[in-house]
């Protein structure tokens, strides 16, 4: 079972659309969900649309797995919607790959999905007693469903009766004529930026997809927004109700590239200064800032100027294995943990080190760094989390336990030290976030404080098999 092996916050999804003058879009959509890969591993896609038509290529594996010279060549059209998937709903099957493309009653309709939806049971169901028959088990077919079923009196008033129907995480990009779409949930949990380019536009869940296209960043899809773009340029409808916007805090703490800027807010710069203020809530004695990478290296960079205690690198870690969640037994996961991530014995020896990483989810595999890196001779070793302990699920697209296997759920901050052998144990404060946020109270943060932006289901883990 995916939520008992598991140890780690994982990417949702990423979504790209491009529309433009060229019939080339498919191959500008490739190079943006290069630049997204790091948002799903598990399968990719892209759907073109030409004059209406619209032809899909997806497969599981990364992207240079999925696509060659070939088949990008084959997929002609000026507009172009893509997809990277990490599966957070639905089974690991290649039929829950994305974009999702079906005929409807006004023609060809394209859709690719960065989310989840807390009712996606509720309105499965509905939809099957009316007789729609679903071909996957994702929660972005219910919403392709509802959207189609909706537009008798056009795509904007079915996107529209939709958005009022589902509840939870969705930033979609959609093609469907001669228009790309771009729509961002009521709460904004999920980004979703606009792109120019010399003869188009790019829509894209992070803006570091746009620079591998040369894109100019424009602005981010506000919450409730929907963007049409189609040869007339582009056209925002604005949402119906005010909108409290939500953004996921954990894109900035970990899920974001850190040359992206997501609602105004560089990440890279976020991320120092979560180390900053981690040196600042409480002082230790050592002789090295080390960082388990990559996610904690600007936080470690941080640490380290705000503290003066030198940065070094600890560990180094092997870009080339697969994820570590899959390996079939327990101790083969564990051997792939120590591959993954390699002690520099000569840099740590002797040494006291402060070891700064993004969560603690179950904790086992902060447990396993912490025992390798005194294993390879380091005197002590304390360990400083750029986040506050995640004590409770999300439901919004991001894969984590059931709350019974959240380690900070479970066990005091001093239990928990003690089950990883630390020295000391650190949690970035509530407050202390709160400052690295720009005191701003626009971020969803309920996997710490419990309070999610709406209701959500509850839900129990199954025993243990």
Not at 46 to 72: C, P, Q, R, T
Not at 99 to 115: C, E
Not at 254 to 270: L, M, P
Not at 381 to 387: A, D, E, M, R
């Amino acid at each position: 079972m995916k939520f008992l092996q598991d140890d780690s916050l994982h990417e949702e999804c990423g979504v790209i659309g491009i529309y433009r003058e060229d019939k080339n879009a498919a191959r500008m959509a490739y190079y943006g969900l290069f630049a997204l890969q790091h948002r799903g591993q598990e399968c990719a896609g892209i759907a073109v649309n030409n004059k209406g038509d619209i032809e899909v290529k997806k497969g599981m594996g990364l992207v240079a797995d999925v696509f060659d010279e070939k088949s990008l060549n084959e997929l002609q059209g000026n507009i172009a919607i893509g997809h990277v998937r990490y599966s957070t709903a639905g089974d690991k099957d290649v039929r829950n790959a994305q974009p999702l493309v079906a005929k409807y009653k006004r023609g060809d309709i394209g859709l690719a999905h960065n989310g989840n939806l807390v009712n996606a049971d509720n309105i499965r169901e509905i939809l099957e007693d009316s007789g729609v028959i679903f071909h996957s088990t994702t929660d972005t077919e219910s919403i392709l469903n509802l959207i189609a079923r909706y537009s008798n009196k056009g795509i904007e008033t079915g996107i529209k009766n939709t958005m009022s129907l589902v509840k939870g995480a969705y930033a979609l990009v959609l093609t469907t004529g001669t228009d790309l779409i771009g729509i961002r949930d009521p709460h904004g949990l999920r980004p979703l930026c606009i792109g120019k380019l010399a003869d188009g536009y790019v829509l894209a869940s992070e803006s570091c997809a746009l620079e591998v296209m040369d894109a100019e960043f424009v602005r981010d899809v506000a919450p409730g927004e929907i963007v049409v773009i189609n040869e007339e340029g582009i056209r925002s409808i604005e949402p119906a109700n005010y909108c409290q916007k939500h953004l996921c805090v954990f894109e900035h703490i970990y899920f974001a590239r850190t040359d992206s800027t997501i609602d105004g807010d560089n990440v890279y710069d976020f991320r120092v200064n979560t180390g900053r203020l981690l040196a600042k809530q409480r002082k230790i004695e050592a002789d090295m800032v080390m960082a388990v990478p990559d996610s904690g290296i600007p936080a470690a960079i941080g640490y380290s100027k705000e503290s003066g205690i030198p940065y070094g690198e600890g560990l180094v870690k092997n870009r080339y294995i697969g994820r570590t969640f899959i390996q079939p037994t327990q101790e083969m996961r564990e051997n792939a943990v120590k591959i993954k991530l390699s002690p520099l014995k000569q840099n740590l020896q002797g040494k006291r080190v402060i070891m700064i990483d993004d969560s603690i989810v179950r904790g086992t595999t902060c447990k396993r760094i912490v025992e390798q890196i005194k294993k390879a001779g380091a005197a002590e070793v304390h360990v400083c989390i750029t986040s506050p302990p995640v004590k409770y699920s999300c439901y919004f697209g991001i894969d984590t336990p059931y709350r019974q296997y959240l380690i900070g759920a479970q066990k005091t901050v001093d239990e928990i030290c003690d089950w990883l052998g630390a020295d000391s144990l650190t949690y970035l404060g509530e407050e202390e976030l709160r400052e690295a946020c720009g005191f701003k109270d626009q971020f969803c943060k309920a996997c710490f404080d419990g309070k999610y932006p709406m209701e959500v289901p509850i839900t129990m883990a199954p025993e243990e098999e």
